[in-house]
Nanobody, 115 residues
Framework: QVQLVESGGGLVQAGGSLRLSCVASGSIASSNDMSWFRQAPGKQRELVAG???????SYADSVTGRFTISRDNAKNTLYLQMNSLKPEDTAVYSCRGYFTGYTSWGQGTQVTVSS
């Protein structure tokens, strides 16, 4: 099964930017869709952004216009470009991929936005 590993998290001031990466151990070209989720302390995990195999994207209302999801099938990598970050974006961000017959999750990367 394909394993996913996120990176790119860290501490940033409000208004700053980060780019998260999710590297797959195998091909993501066969994945039906891939997504980014986040979970803040004491809150439920929420869907942040998704991208289909043919490149169609969708976003949570809270991040529309600030975050951009993309995928590079040649590099087996999913990205999340996050701009104009706000303190309420602080959370652990995880990627998820739907593959034939199974779902794979990464371990998550912490994003902390200071005010």
């Amino acid at each position: 099964q394909v394993q996913l590993v996120e990176s790119g998290g860290g501490l940033v001031q409000a208004g700053g930017s980060l780019r998260l990466s999710c590297v797959a151990s195998g091909s993501i070209a066969s994945s039906n869709d891939m997504s980014w989720f986040r979970q803040a302390p004491g809150k439920q995990r929420e869907l942040v952004a998704g991208i289909t195999s043919d490149g169609r994207t969708s976003y949570a209302d809270s991040v529309t216009g600030r975050f951009t999801i993309s995928r590079d099938n040649a590099k087996n990598t999913l990205y999340l470009q996050m701009n104009s970050l706000k303190p309420e974006d602080t959370a652990v961000y995880s990627c998820r991929g739907y593959f034939t017959g199974y779902t794979s999750w990464g371990q998550g990367t912490q994003v902390t936005v200071s005010s």
